[in-house]
C-alpha cells in the first residue's frame, strides 16, 4: 500500500483532462468520454501491483492501463504485453494512412496496426513456408486475434475470389468491427519487395468491389513480412491508392542488448560441453568379480540298518520233548 501511495501521489494526474497532454501515438483509439474519472480505481489490485512493479514511466502506465480498460486484459496477458512492449510497437506500421484519410480517422486507423508484430506463440523454426506459418497462425488464433489487437474477427483463410476467368487467393481475410471494414493480410516470408505492395492493391480493389458493403468504410491492407527496408516500403506506397500498411513479424523475441553479454550464446555453450567431454578421462569398465565355485560336499555314508535275527525260543517244542 505504500508503494500504491507514493506511485499516485495525486490521482487527479490519470483523470481524462490529462490524456490531452499526450501525442497520438500515446492516446487510446476510443472517446475520452468513455473513460471513469480516474483509471487508478477502475483498475484491479493485482493489475496495480504488475504495472508498478514493471512501469516506472507514468505516461506508459498510463497507457496500458487504458489497453486493459479497452480489451478486458487478465494479468497474465498484461504481463505479456508489457514483456513484449506494446506500448512501442503501437501504431509504428509504415503506411499511406495519412495521405489517404482525413486527420482524426487516420490517426485511429493507424493505431490499429503494430510493428513488429510477436509471434513467440508459433514453434516455427527455420527453414519454413508461407503456407506454414500460415497454418500455424490458424492453430493459434486466439493468440493470434490478442497480438492483432481489438476488433478483428476472422472470416477467412484462403479467401477465394474470382476475377473474370481467374481465380485468387487471399492468404487471411478480417474484418474489423470497430472501423467496419475489411482487412486483407499478406503474408511473406524474407524481406519486403515492392511488387508485394502492386499485389496487395489489387485484391483491396475487389475486396471493395465484391464483398464491401454500402455502409463500409475501404478496406485496409496489411503485408506482414520478416524484414523490411523502410525506405523502399514508402516509395512502394507512394503512388498506391488503397490503404495499405506494411509491417515486421518476429517468431522469438530478441534478448536486449544488456543481456547478450551476460548470457552465452549456443556456440559457446557447445564448445563448454565439448571442452569438458575430452577433459574427463575414459571410463573403465570394471571387470565382474570372479565367482566361487562351489564345492560339492561329500556325501555321507548311509547308515547300514542291523539284520534282525530271528529270536531264539527257549523251550522246546513238544517233538523234541
Known sequence: MLAFYRAYVNPADLSPQAMEKLSVAEKMPQPAAQLPDSLIWSIPWFHQIVLMEKIKDRTVRLWYMQ???????????LLAMIQSEAHARQGQAITNFE???PSPQSDLVQQTLKDPYIFDFLTLQEPFHERELETNLLHQLEHFLLELGQGFAFVGRQYYLKVGDREFYIDLLFYHLKLR???VIDLKKGEFKP????KMNFYLSVVDDQLQHEADAPSIGLILCQDRNHIVAEYALRGVNKPIGISEYELTRALPVKFR???PTVEEIEAELADSASDQPPEQTALPAPTKRKTAKPSKPAKKTPKTQPKKSRGRSREEK
Open 67 to 77: 489497453q486493459t480498460l479497452a480489451n478486458g486484459w487478465s494479468r497474465n496477458i
Open 195 to 198: 511488387e508485394y505492395a502492386g
Open 261 to 263: 553479454s551476460a548470457l
Open 99 to 101: 495521405r489517404l484519410f
Open 181 to 183: 471494414c475489411f482487412v
